[in-house]
């Protein structure tokens, strides 16, 4: 079983093999020598795709360090450089105890005990960078908000993707920006063109997750990744953070001509909904590209054949891990389901299509289910009124009623001397 990285290194290697690239180009956008895309094609002609794996997976590594090596060296940590970096640690270690080793297999382990270091990264100096050479290499994506109506019609967004190459622009209004529009325009991009092999993003949450990495996650050595940037991932896309608006250039100066020549063309053409504006782009954008696209450095397109619909669409929609109850019930979007069949696992995947289908999965599999009604609201219940209490008066047989102290004989008169 091919890796989708692997099985975007076959789709170069073949090309090369056709004769539509290079050994050398292919071997630098895989990353290898041209040597050793020469080995992978012979690897694939003996094996076919397969040939590519690499032979010493499952085996373990001849360079690792012994057990006991990695025992002593995180109790030394532990001990004596609790408070140090792992550079540092690394170099006392190799000073004081003859233990060499390098500063990133100290961090590795130190992360998988839970410990981590924060440093303060320099800033990257900017500097102008040259096109890609091939179609389908990098995309700029961006929105814009903007009055796209001049007051004529309600807010939107443009979503937009330019090719690095050749300045190719595909585009769409949305009513907002957000992880659907996104993905929604990314599989409108991939069925027309194809799946490209990397996209330039600002870090929008769209885009990039806000979160804060959970504990499982810096012990995987993993970041937290938004559900478009997931969604890429499965695609085999590298999605790369833009730190700068000045870092996508590109698609910056494309907003700022939309905002001028796309503005003016609609309110000739008095467009003012969404509907309206997107049926124009279907017609604007290839006399757009047709007059503004330049000439790519290689002819070759690197965009990747687009999947089957279902696949695509089951890749590119809403993902969430949701805990199931001890009555084989999920609770997800202030709905209840009941799962029918018995599965072994404390979460589930619940799927939400763009097209509005929502399905309910375990390790990729589709489990039955259907919708419980909500429980009704209890009525609340209204106090009774009470006529306030009688006093009670006891009877004349009531022990209240009897004399607690004994009875007073008058006196009798004294006559007078």
């Not at 810096?218 to 700068?244: K, N, W, Y």
Request: charged residues 25%; contains cysteine.
């Amino acid at each position: 079983m091919l890796s989708v990285k692997e099985l975007r290194r076959v789709h170069v290697i073949r090309q090369a093999m056709e004769k539509q690239l290079t050994q050398q180009q292919a071997g630098a956008l895989v990353g290898v020598t041209a040597r050793h895309v020469r080995r992978l094609i012979a690897r694939i002609q003996q094996a076919g795709d397969g040939g590519v794996a690499h032979r010493g997976r499952g085996q373990p590594s001849n360079r690792r360090m012994p057990e006991p090596v990695k025992a002593t060296v995180l109790r030394l940590y532990a001990q004596r450089y609790g408070d140090f970096g792992p550079t540092l640690a690394a170099e006392k270690l190799a000073q004081r105890h003859g233990i060499l080793l390098s500063d990133e297999t100290l961090r590795r382990w130190l992360t998988a005990r839970g410990i981590t270091h924060f440093t303060r990264r320099t800033r990257p100096h900017r500097a102008w960078r040259e096109r890609k050479p091939h179609v389908g290499e990098l995309l700029q994506l961006d929105g814009s908000h903007h009055d796209w109506f001049e007051g004529r019609g309600p807010g939107c967004v443009l979503m937009a993707y330019i090719d690095d190459a050749s300045s190719r622009v595909f585009a769409r209004f949305y009513e907002y920006e957000g992880t659907v529009p996104a993905m929604d325009s990314f599989q409108r991009y991939v069925r027309r063109y194809g799946i490209p092999l990397a996209v330039y993003a600002d870090k929008h949450t769209t885009y990039q997750s806000p979160a804060l990495p959970t504990v499982a996650e810096q012990l995987a050595g993993a970041t937290p990744t938004s559900q478009f940037g997931r969604a890429l991932r499965d695609l085999g896309v590298e999605l790369i953070p833009a730190h700068s608006p000045q870092a996508k250039g590109r698609i910056e100066r494309l907003f700022k001509t939309f905002q001028d020549r796309v503005i003016k063309e609609m309110r000739l053409a008095g467009i003012a909904t969404l509907d309206a504006a997107n049926r124009f782009l279907e017609t604007y954008l290839p006399l757009y590209n047709r007059r503004f696209t330049v000439e790519p450095a290689q002819a070759t397109d690197l965009h990747r054949p687009r999947p089957a619909a279902r696949a695509l669409a089951h890749i590119l929609c809403l993902k969430t891990a949701r805990v199931v109850r001890r009555d084989w019930t999920v609770a997800h979007d202030g709905q209840r389901y009941q799962i029918e069949q018995l599965v072994r696992a404390k979460q589930v995947l619940v799927e939400d299509w763009l097209n509005g289908r929502r399905r309910i999965t375990y390790q990729g599999r589709p489990l039955r289910y259907h919708a419980i009604p909500a429980r009704p609201l209890k009525t609340p219940e209204v106090p009774k009124i009470q006529a306030p209490p009688r006093p009670v008066k006891p009877a004349p047989t009531h022990p209240w009623q009897k004399r607690l102290l004994p009875e007073r004989r008058p006196m009798a008169a004294t006559p007078r001397r």
